[in-house]
């Protein structure tokens, strides 16, 4: 046969079948790995505490792994070619967080959240598993992208009803329940943003009018979703909840980049993140505050005053050095009221130092780029939208939580996803590995009985 013909045989031949594989063995022994090492964490506050092992090690070990278990079930009934990564890594830094927390209520006998917050992580676990069990298609959320976006507007706007707590209006409290509207509005947000650049993405990308090196889209297409993300920000300035503000801004530039391929929205977010920055600063005294602290974080020090809260996290992080104090040995309580929920990360760095560190941000990096990996090898517009926005939403809080903490940046009051105190916030974060786990299902059964590119 000549040379040519067997380059037509070759081409013509049929594509041969390949089963991919699930990978749910996979998946359990990571959970069963994420489940020792977080009774190991258990324990070793115990011991460095007290010198025995905490009388609720055995009830907290079961709990966890009858949650992982559960979940690890519908992840094998509902979604058998899931990432087996984002579900393990959801129960390490849950189990984590339910440790740092613990640890701390041992400082704080009168204000003990860990069980309440175990009581949110089952709940946040039920979600997963609701949401793996009844959302066969991702594409279904598509239709209800307008019922998402004005549930959200709702969401959004009830804290202003409710008195200020710290400063800022993103709770609801009623007889002793708290709620934080905004941590599931982000969510639903982020639905309407993929469905309605799904929808118009050809528009964005390719008509309306050029300026510069930048190609604006008309107002009748880009008019809707601006809107809607001036009144979401402007009801969160509000509320003087700088921290979401900020995600949400993040979220919209990083979609409609993805949705249209154009760099230049990059530039012009980051312009426009730094003029309304300043403009908050200066107007609104609760940011201000945030801003000058930043600025000058040692200055109460200086006055004779003692340090304040960046102060001691800045303190907590270089006592931590390499290897940390290990665990239950630190002082990040020193921090004050927000040791649990806005500097959990500072008792992270103390105790268990920068490899530990390095450790709990690597794990945020691999959740994030597990998304992208399953929203880019989808064909469909709306599902890769939906996974880089849900991946953003963990990346964009890590990075301004750490960043906050550190001195990076100005402190903005957000809740580490999964370690950090907050009911409103593990739930969502659950909600967000489901939909992950739902999208890289599909992603991955696009390919099974064929050649995957």
């Not at 100005?410 to 974060?429: D, K």
Request: proline fraction near 5%.
């Amino acid at each position: 046969m000549t040379k040519a013909g067997s380059t037509l045989a070759a081409a013509t031949a049929p594509v041969r079948a390949v089963r991919l594989p699930r990978r749910r063995g996979v998946e359990l022994s990571l959970l069963v790995l994420a489940v020792l090492l977080s009774v190991y964490g258990y324990c070793a506050v115990g011991l460095a505490r007290s010198g025995t092992v905490p009388p609720g090690a055995v009830g907290y070990g079961a709990g966890l792994a009858v949650l992982a278990l559960f979940a690890h079930i519908a992840v094998r009934i509902r979604a058998p070619y899931a990432d087996p990564l984002p579900l393990p890594i959801g129960v390490l830094l849950n189990g984590l967080g339910l440790v740092l927390i613990y640890r701390l209520d041992l400082e704080t006998p009168g204000d003990r959240a860990a069980p309440t917050q175990l009581v949110w992580s089952t709940l946040g676990v039920g979600l997963f598993i609701g949401v793996v069990l009844v959302l066969r298609d991702h594409r279904v959320l598509q239709r209800y992208a307008y019922v998402c976006v004005v549930a959200a507007l709702v969401l959004l706007a009830l804290p202003i009803l409710f008195p200020a707590v710290n400063g800022a209006r993103i709770w609801i409290r009623i007889a002793g329940f708290s709620i934080q509207p905004g941590e599931f509005a982000k969510v639903l947000l982020a639905v309407f943003f993929a469905a309605y650049l799904a929808a118009n993405r050809s528009a964005l990308a390719y008509t309306g009018r050029r300026l510069w090196r930048l190609q604006f889209p008309t107002g009748r297409v880009l008019g809707p979703i601006l809107t809607i993300w001036l009144v979401s920000v402007g009801v969160l300035v509000l509320e003087r909840d700088l921290g979401t503000s900020l995600l949400f801004f993040g979220l919209f530039v990083v979609l409609l980049y993805v949705a249209t391929g154009r760099t230049g929205w990059i530039a012009v977010g980051l312009l426009l993140a730094v003029l309304g920055a300043v403009a908050v600063g200066r107007l609104e005294p609760h940011v201000g505050g945030r801003i000058e602290d930043w600025l000058h974080p040692f200055a109460t020090i200086e006055a004779g005053q003692g340090p304040n809260q960046l102060a001691q996290s800045l303190f907590a992080f270089a006592a931590g050095g390499i290897l940390g104090t290990g665990l239950g040995l630190g002082h990040s309580i020193l921090i004050g009221f927000a040791t649990k929920s806005d500097f959990i990360l500072a008792t992270a760095g103390e105790e268990l130092g920068l490899a530990g560190l390095a450790a709990i941000v690597l794990l945020y990096a691999l959740l994030v780029e597990r998304g992208y990996r399953a929203g880019l090898a989808l064909r469909e517009p709306f599902g890769r939208l939906l996974a880089v926005g849900m991946a953003s939403i963990v990346a964009l809080q890590v990075f301004v939580i750490a960043g906050g903490v550190t001195g990076l940046i100005p402190l903005t009051g957000m809740a580490m996803p999964f370690l950090a105190q907050g009911g409103s916030s593990v739930v969502t974060n659950w909600a967000i590995v489901a939909l992950l786990v739902r999208v890289s299902d599909s992603a991955r059964s696009q390919y099974d009985g064929r050649e995957a590119p």
